[in-house]
Nanobody
Framework: AHLVESGGGLVQFGGSLRLSCTAS????????MNWYRQAPGKEREFVAK????????EYSDSVKGRCSISRNDTEMAVYLEMNNLKFEDTGVYYC???????????WGQGIQVTVSS
């Protein structure tokens, strides 16, 4: 199984960014997809979740109202649209595929997002 993040980079304060995570070699439609991030010197933290098939989308309080997560099961991809970016959004962003039942979870390698002035 593979997860590959893309779309990161350097963005100005208040700007926008769209992260993508493309999946392969596992049953993507039945996996809940999550975005996490890790800022320098900090623990990895949850950002957003989009369930498989049915369920509620969730966001962390730190990004609620500024981010939108979506998925395309045909293309086996999950996206994170980020708006009004703040300095504290800087970090490495990871996508995770959380399997149902006792299925194995998968992680991408992460992608850097840096918000600058």
């Amino acid at each position: 199984a593979h997860l590959v993040e893309s779309g990161g980079g350097l963005v100005q304060f208040g700007g926008s960014l769209r992260l993508s995570c493309t999946a392969s070699e596992f049953a993507f439609p039945i996996y809940t997809m999550n975005w996490y991030r890790q800022a320098p010197g900090k623990e990895r933290e949850f950002v957003a979740k989009i369930p498989a098939l049915i369920g509620d989308i969730e966001y962390s309080d730190s990004v609620k109202g500024r981010c939108s997560i979506s998925r395309n099961d045909t293309e086996m991809a999950v996206y994170l649209e980020m708006n009004n970016l703040k300095f504290e959004d800087t970090g490495v962003y990871y996508c995770e595929a959380a399997g149902p039942y006792n299925f194995e979870d998968y992680w991408g390698q992460g992608i850097q997002v840096t918000v600058s002035s």
